[in-house]
């Protein structure tokens, strides 16, 4: 069985940062991509980033590309997403995602939605 939990979130100052954790279990990773996913309040989920299993490729969306960054630790099954410079605007549940298949030179998911989600953990930037 496929699950991701995520952790990590809470309460920071605007222009501060913090690292959210999702570990995983019951995939190889080489065979999925993993992302992260936020939705605030009265908006639609959004893909933040993504990282591919198959070859490393790591995409952004425009609006982290530069504060944000992903990573994987394969020997504890974990990625990470640094937060860096936060932003009111980033306030949102954000989500840990694994998308089933390889793919090369790209990640689909990220903005096409992915198989599996976790349950959210809160980020909140105040002004």
């Known amino acids: 069985e496929v699950q991701v939990v995520e952790s990590g979130g809470g309460l920071v100052q605007a222009g501060g940062s913090l690292r959210l954790s999702c570990v995983h279990s019951g995939f190889t990773f080489d065979d999925y991509s993993m992302g992260w996913f936020r939705q605030a309040p009265g908006k639609e989920r959004e893909g933040v980033s993504c990282?591919?299993?198959?070859?490393?490729?790591?995409y952004y969306a425009d609006s982290v590309k530069g504060r944000f960054t992903i990573s994987s630790d394969n020997a504890k099954n974990t990625i990470y997403l640094q937060m860096n410079n936060l932003k009111p605007d980033d306030t949102a549940v954000y989500y840990c995602a694994a998308d089933n298949g390889r793919v090369v030179g790209a990640c689909p998911g990220l903005y096409y939605g992915m198989d599996y989600y976790g349950k959210g953990t809160l980020v909140t930037v105040s002004s």
């Open positions: 990282i591919s299993g198959a070859d490393g490729g790591i």
